[in-house]
């Protein structure tokens, strides 16, 4: 999602499927209540998601392979990282939040994603590589100096 309209949007029919779910809600603690939101807001965001784009998920042995031997993804800062991550295809932006951003393992996000745990493992890899290429197509002199540090 690119906008702040639809994010608010997804925000809101998360709150609502909150909201409905109250119900059936049985109140264990307040991590669980925590987690409990978060994750119909999760699904609700990817429910969104699924509606409104088209995305392409390679399989992990049709997936080309991006060779890299630096990690220019630990010298960003959260707001640069943020941006990057924005440019990305849909499929390597959904895994690479779900598991850096959002916590979930590799299995959770195939059982989500409806894809193997592969897959999953394996857009992650190309998002993050992916990101290392944006990066240093931006600034290569920044890393360089960034790097040495």
């Known amino acids: 999602m690119r906008t702040n309209e639809s994010a608010e949007e997804c925000m809101m029919n998360g709150f609502l499927k909150i909201y409905e779910s109250l119900a059936s809600f049985e109140y264990q603690s307040d991590a669980a209540s925590v987690a409990w939101m978060k994750k119909i807001m999760l699904n609700a965001c990817l429910q969104e998601l699924r509606k409104r784009e088209r995305f392409l998920l390679v399989a992990e042995d049709l997936a080309d392979e991006i060779a890299t031997d630096y990690s220019a993804i630990d010298f960003l800062s959260a707001e640069e990282l943020f941006k990057l991550i924005t440019k990305l295809p849909i499929g390597y932006r959904t895994v690479f939040n779900l598991y850096a951003v959002e916590g979930l393992k590799h299995i959770e996000i195939a059982r989500e994603l409806g894809i193997s745990e592969g897959t999953s493992k394996s857009q992650f ?3 993050r590589t992916l990101l290392q ?15 040495s540090k």
Not at 133 to 147: F, G, P, T
């Open 125 to 127: 890899n190309k998002a």
């Open 133 to 147: 290429q944006m990066l240093l197509a931006e600034n290569k002199e920044w890393y360089v100096s960034r790097r």
